[in-house]
C-alpha cells in the first residue's frame, strides 16, 4: 500500500481541521461524510505555485481541444450516417459496408464524448445539464421513446404539432439513440407498454430499415448542432466571452472566481464525475455493488453502451481524460503543461501526485486487458470486473482525500457520502 507523505506540520493542521472523517461502509469500503458547501471553503495552499498558469493550461490544452474535436467527428458522424441511408434507400450492395462506416463513426464520436465527459462545467450543466443531455442523455435511456418518435418523425406530426426534433426529449434523442438505431438489428418495436408505434412491426423490413436511418441523420444533425452551441458557450461568440475566458480570469476584479483557487476548485469538481459515473455507474452497479435492473447482483444488461458493446472503451476514454487534468495537456509528452500533479509537488505530496497517476496507468492497464466486452466479462469473469472496478477507486478515495486535502480544495456534493 502507498502511504502519503506527511506535508509540512501547518499545512498538516489545516487539513485536518477542515476535511472530514473517512468511515467504513456497510461492505468494508471508504465512505466521505463530506458536503460541497463548506468544505475547505475560503482555504488556500501556503505556496507560490501560479494556480492562473494551471488554468490556462487545463482551460487552453485539454478542454478547449477536446470540445473542438467532438465537434468534428459530430459532424463526421452525421455525413457518415447520411452516407448509409442513401445506400440504404438505394439497395446497394455497399449497404453492410456504409451501415460499418456510421457504426465506427458513432464509436469515435463517442470516444471524444467520453473524454468531454470530464468535463463537467457550466456550458454543460446549466439548465439542469440540458445540452449534456442533448448530446448524451446516458444513464437515462428510452428505447420505446426513439421506437415513438420514428413514426412521429415519419408522420412529420406529434401532439398535434409539427414534428422537431429539438423540442424532443433528450432519452429519445442523443448518443443513447444512436446506439440504439445503429447497433440494434432487431427491427420490432421494443415497446411493452400500451402506448407503441401503431402498425410499426407491420411494415416492410425496408420501411423500417429506411425509417431508422433517416431519424438517425436527424438525431445524428441535433448532436452536431449541440456540439456546436458548447463550442460557442465556451469559446464565446460574437465578442462576449465564453466559460474558457471566465475561467482564465479569475482573480481579476471583475471576475466571478473571486481567486485563482476558486477557479482550480472549479475544475476540480468537474473531473468528480469520475466518482459517481465512471466508478458507480459504470462499474459498481453493473456489478451489483448497487441496486440495478436486475437487483443487488450482476447484471451485464446494465453496462452502459449495451448494444455496441463500447463500455469499456467508455471507461478507457473517462482514464484518459483524467490523465490529462494531472498532466494539464493532452500531449502527456508536452514538458510546458501544467496540471494537478505539478500542483500537489508544488505543495509537497509527491507522493499523492505519483500515487494517482501510478493508479490511473493501473486501471488504463486493467480496462485495455479485457479478451471480451464489459457485459461477456461480467457474466463469465465478475472478478475481473471487480479488479477494474477496484483499481478505479483508487483513484476515486485518492481524489476524494488527499488530493483535495493537500490542495485545500472543496469536495463537490456530488462525491460527499459516497459509499462505494
Known amino acids: 500500500m502507498i502511504q502519503t507523505k506527511k506535508i509540512n506540520s501547518t499545512k498538516t493542521l489545516v487539513a485536518l481541521a477542515l476535511s ?23 482555504s488556500d495552499t501556503n505556496t507560490d505555485f501560479n494556480q492562473g498558469q494551471l488554468v490556462a493550461s487545463i482551460v487552453d490544452k485539454v478542454i478547449t481541444p477536446t470540445f473542438e474535436q467532438f465537434s468534428v467527428v459530430a459532424l463526421e458522424q ?37 473524454q468531454a465527459e470530464m468535463m463537467q462545467l457550466p456550458p454543460l450543466l446549466e439548465d439542469d445539464g440540458a445540452l449534456r443531455n442533448n448530446i448524451y442523455s446516458w444513464p437515462t435511456k428510452n428505447s420505446c421513446g426513439v421506437d415513438l418518435d420514428i413514426s412521429f418523425f415519419k408522420e412529420g406530426v406529434v401532439n398535434g404539432q409539427p414534428y422537431d426534433i429539438t423540442k424532443r426529449t433528450a432519452s429519445r434523442k442523443s448518443l443513447v439513440a444512436l446506439e440504439y438505431l445503429l ?18 412491426n ?28 458548447l463550442l460557442t458557450t465556451w469559446l464565446g461568440n460574437n465578442g462576449e466571452s465564453g466559460y474558457a475566458a471566465k475561467l482564465k480570469a479569475a482573480g481579476n476584479s471583475d471576475s466571478e472566481f473571486t481567486t485563482e483557487h476558486d477557479a482550480v476548485n472549479r475544475l476540480s469538481d468537474a473531473i468528480f464525475y469520475f ?32 448494444y455496441s458493446e463500447h463500455s469499456l472503451e467508455n471507461i478507457i476514454n473517462n482514464l484518459q481524460a483524467l490523465k490529462m487534468f494531472m498532466h494539464g495537456s493532452q500531449n502527456i509528452d508536452e514538458l510546458t503543461a501544467l496540471g494537478f500533479t505539478d500542483y500537489l509537488k508544488d ?15 493501473n486501471a488504463l492497464s486493467s480496462a485495455q486487458n479485457y479478451q471480451a466486452s464489459l457485459a461477456k466479462t461480467l ?21 476524494k482525500s488527499d488530493f483535495i486535502q493537500s490542495l485545500a480544495l472543496e469536495l463537490p456534493k456530488t462525491a460527499a457520502g459516497d459509499n462505494d
Open 347 to 361: 505543495v509537497g505530496d509527491t507522493i499523492t501526485a505519483d500515487s494517482i497517476n501510478e493508479y490511473i496507468d
Open 275 to 306: 466518482t459517481k459515473f465512471t466508478k458507480d455507474g459504470k462499474l459498481a452497479t453493473p456489478l451489483g455493488l448497487f441496486a440495478n435492473e436486475c437487483g443487488a447482483q450482476a447484471c451485464p444488461s446494465a453496462v452502459e453502451s449495451t
Open 20 to 42: 472530514s472523517v473517512f468511515y467504513l461502509s456497510a461492505c468494508g469500503e471508504s465512505s466521505s461524510s463530506t458536503s460541497g458547501d463548506g468544505f475547505n471553503q475560503g
Open 78 to 114: 452525421q455525413q457518415a450516417i447520411s452516407a448509409y441511408c442513401q445506400q440504404e434507400k438505394s439497395g446497394s450492395a455497399l449497404i453492410d459496408e456504409s451501415k460499418l462506416a456510421a457504426q465506427n463513426s458513432w464509436r469515435s464520436t463517442m470516444n471524444i464524448w467520453q
Open 202 to 229: 407491420n411494415q416492410t423490413e425496408q420501411y423500417r430499415k429506411i425509417a431508422r436511418c433517416e431519424f438517425a441523420e436527424v438525431v445524428a444533425g441535433d448532436i452536431y448542432n449541440s456540439s456546436q452551441t
Open 183 to 200: 447497433f440494434n438489428d432487431d427491427l420490432a418495436h421494443s415497446c411493452t407498454g400500451s402506448t407503441v408505434p401503431q402498425g410499426w
Open 379 to 399: 457474466s463469465d469473469d465478475p472478478d475481473k470486473v471487480m479488479e477494474t472496478h477496484d483499481e478505479v477507486k483508487n483513484i476515486s478515495d485518492k481524489l
